[in-house]
């Protein structure tokens, strides 16, 4: 992997991990996903109009597909995401989440994209997933002497954090498709998938305004946060995919889990300290391995 594309994906992850964080203090459900896109169209909107000025018009029947595709599996896992935070620890769902996905990303680029990897490469994704597991809790994920409740709650956690997974490797799929085959424009591709997100998620704000007024009143700052940084941290991954193969940046990715396990176990008091730095420490070499290989 090229230093240029391993700058751009470990930028990205921190900030992916703290919008991460600031969705899950945000409590929010698939309204606060509504919330954090019209942010993003209305933020965005100048970077958006202008390149989209430029390009747009020579799109055909692929490139609108490919941005309908991309924006309805971008609005699927933001949901899901979401629902898993309110279920369940950040520190479960997250991780598991963001080993699962890239794990069968990669997967996908090597076996239907026809992508290489060299052994040093697969050995960096097994570390990048060992160390996400260690910091999800390790062997412990499957102990019933947590307590009823809590052994439920990391259950839950693991559930939605792999289903988050497949998503994940959906839209990591589809949106490397689009930028390293199709050769359109990363920002375009989140900008415009995020129209697509907004009438996907608006019945169920029309469906009830006023509480969803309400929801807005006490949510907005998160959504700022999400609306205004993840595009940020999404297309920075895009670029890295155009000079980089997939089967590398979607592991390297996880990178983000150095930064959520410093940052999101401190300021939300989950996990166990010890499992979590030795999974990030996991993480670091695998994404050197991935970098090297």
């Not at 009823?148 to 259950?155: A, G, L, P």
């Not at 959906?170 to 989140?190: E, H, W």
């Not at 995020?194 to 009143?217: D, I, K, Q, T």
């Not at 949510?219 to 920075?236: D, H, I, M, N, R």
């Amino acid at each position: 992997m090229p230093v240029s594309a391993l700058a751009l994906v470990i930028l990205a992850g921190l900030i992916h991990a703290c919008w991460n964080i600031a969705a899950k203090k945000a409590g929010g459900d698939v309204r606060f996903s509504f919330f954090s896109s019209v942010v993003m169209m209305v933020f965005w909107a100048p970077v958006g109009l202008w390149l989209g000025w430029q390009q747009v018009p020579g799109w055909g029947f692929t490139e609108w597909g490919v941005v309908f595709a991309s924006g309805v599996i971008h609005s699927i896992y933001f949901v899901v995401l979401l629902r898993g935070y309110r279920k369940a620890d950040l520190t479960v769902v997250y991780p598991l989440a963001r080993g699962s996905g890239p794990l069968l990303s990669s997967l996908v680029a090597i076996l239907f994209l026809g992508e290489q990897i060299s052994a040093l490469g697969v050995a960096g994704i097994a570390a990048v997933v060992g160390g996400v597991f260690l910091i999800a809790g390790g062997p412990g994920l499957f102990r019933q002497s947590r307590g009823e409740e809590q052994t439920r709650r990391i259950h839950k956690g693991m559930l939605y954090g792999l289903l988050t997974g497949v998503f994940i490797a959906s839209y990591t799929v589809i949106d490397g498709y689009a930028v390293k085959v199709v050769l359109m424009s990363p920002i375009l591709i989140d900008y415009f998938g995020n129209f697509v997100r907004l009438g996907f998620l608006a019945p169920a704000v029309l469906r009830n305004v006023a509480e969803a007024r309400s929801l807005w009143h006490m949510q907005w700052k998160y959504a700022a946060v999400v609306g205004v940084v993840s595009p940020v941290s999404y297309v920075l991954v895009l670029y890295a995919m155009q000079v980089a193969p997939l089967s590398h940046v979607a592991p390297a990715r996880e990178v983000s889990m150095l930064f959520a396990a410093l940052l999101g176990g401190h300021l939300l008091g989950e996990g166990d300290r010890r499992a979590r730095f030795l999974g990030a420490a996991c993480i670091g070499g695998g994404v050197m391995a991935l970098a090297l290989g």
